[in-house]
């Protein structure tokens, strides 16, 4: 068995885990007792909710949306190339302010902080929130 150190994604408070993994599958978590934030102490969230990694419905591909409604597998390289035209064409279109993003309080703070300088510093946005008023 495996324990891989991860950072909780559930809110914003940053608890610090191991993930036990056994054969490519996760089957506990262990808190880390040393981590300044959650001291060996975790809520129902980060013991519990990690079923949802290896759910049937949970999707391991890229999808684009095509024409008719119907969504087509492709890579992530397809996917990102395809990202960035449409954010292109909706500046060139629109500009900047036609954007805005959204992060979330399942974000670590330094996936917050890389969401804060794409809007603002790529996309040249101010128009950037988040869900974390919970
Ligand atoms: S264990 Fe609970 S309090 Fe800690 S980061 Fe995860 S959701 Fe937040």
């Avoid at 759910?55 to 024409?67: A, E, M, N, T």
Wanted: proline share 4%.
């Amino acid at each position: 068995m495996k324990n891989v150190l991860t950072t909780c994604g559930y809110c914003g408070c940053g608890c610090n885990y191991y993930v036990n993994v056994d054969n490519d599958v996760i089957v506990g978590i262990t808190p880390k007792p040393d981590h300044p934030v959650s001291q060996g102490k975790l809520c129902v969230k980060g013991w519990h909710g990690y079923s949802f990694v290896h759910h049937s419905d949970r999707l391991k591909q890229p999808l684009i949306k095509q024409q008719d409604g119907t969504f087509k597998e492709t890579t992530w390289e397809e996917a990102f190339k395809y990202i960035a035209q449409s954010f292109k064409n909706t500046i060139n279109n629109y500009g900047p302010d036609s954007i805005g993003v959204l992060s979330s309080a399942r974000c670590t703070n330094e996936e917050n902080y890389l969401a804060t300088k794409l809007a603002r510093s790529v996309i040249k946005t101010n128009n950037i929130d988040h869900c974390a008023r919970l």
